[in-house]
């Protein structure tokens, strides 16, 4: 969002980083149904999309909402999508968003990797 935002002017990216995690956790409840200002009903993943329109509807610009959706998009696909199809296909590459070493241990969530072997 941080390498967009100079080229559309746009100086706060709030409502886009809100866009974006409304996009990933629509993907990743696929199965919840929502309802929009009680008027009609739909499946989480729609969420980003309802939610565009009605900013369209509120003549609000559509560039930063669309910002949002896009990065959504590419994060999902990233952590989630491309880890799986590279398990599937045996490629060497499994995740591509792996945080720093240095950040999980700084967190405590650092782990040694186990290697199972026989001697």
């Known amino acids: 969002m941080t390498a967009v935002a ?4 746009v100086h706060f990216l709030g409502s886009s980083l809100s866009f974006m995690m409304v996009y990933v956790w629509g993907r990743r409840n696929e199965d919840m149904r929502m309802s929009f200002l009680g008027v009609f009903t739909f499946n989480a ?3 980003p999309w309802v939610m565009l329109a009605f900013s369209m509807l509120l003549g609000h610009s559509v560039t930063i909402d ?8 590419t994060y999902y696909f990233l952590e ?11 490629w060497k590459t499994k995740k591509i968003l792996e945080p720093p070493r240095v950040l999980h241990w700084i967190c405590g969530t650092y782990q040694e990797a ?6």
């Not at 100079?6 to 002017?9: I, Q």
């Not at 186990?114 to 001697?119: A, E, G, S």
């Open 80 to 90: 989630y999508v491309f880890p799986a199809v590279a398990e599937i296909r045996g």
């Open 6 to 9: 100079p080229f559309v002017s």
């Open 45 to 47: 993943p729609y969420l």
């Open 114 to 119: 186990v290697h199972l072997h026989q001697d």
């Open 66 to 73: 669309a910002i949002g959706i896009l990065v959504g998009h």
